[in-house]
């Protein structure tokens, strides 16, 4: 199955950070392939959102819970339905000297046996440069915020 995993160093403080990534649909906002993310519920300590994502000239379209432990400051998701066999992960933050390392891992499974080692490597390469898209966004709000 594969996974991704994206850090970054922001020169921000963690909580603002990951106040920043909480806000799930403004991903659509810098994630080139996400068409769009709507939020289907929203409670205490969790979003549930409904994706778009271009990908191999379809939509890939799925529900995922979004859970936030504010105490601990990580996002935890996972695809409650749709279109992939398994897309599920986590964001970390960690503050040290003023600087917080944010990680997004990012595990996921197109249900696609047959054709997987054709489809992986692309939908690998995809998600690594979203993820990294969304991770340089929230360090630039973080910065911008924080300078």
Same mark, same amino acid.
């Given at each position: 199955?594969?996974s ?6 922001v ?11 909480k806000?799930v ?6 994630a ?11 409670g ?12 191999? /000239?379809?939509?890939l ?6 859970e ?29 000297d ?10 996921f ?6 054709l ?7 939908a ?22 924080a /300078?």
């Amino acid at each position: 199955m594969p996974s991704v995993v994206v850090s970054e160093d922001v020169r921000a403080p963690r909580e603002e950070v990951y106040r920043l990534a909480k806000n799930v649909p403004a991903i659509a906002d810098y994630a080139e392939p996400v068409r769009s993310i709507r939020v289907v519920e929203e409670g205490p300590g969790y979003l549930v959102t409904a994706w778009e994502v271009a990908f191999q /000239g379809r939509l890939l379209r799925w529900t995922e819970r979004d859970e936030f432990d504010d105490a601990a400051c990580v996002i935890r998701y996972r695809q409650i339905a749709g279109d992939l066999a398994k897309f599920e992960g986590d964001w970390t933050f960690e503050e040290a000297d003023g600087v917080t390392r944010v990680t997004l891992r990012v595990d996921f499974d197109l249900g696609i046996p047959m054709l997987a080692g054709l489809l992986n490597p692309v939908a690998t390469a995809l998600t690594r440069r979203s993820s990294e898209a969304i991770v340089r966004a929230v360090r630039l709000q973080a910065e911008a915020g924080a /300078g």
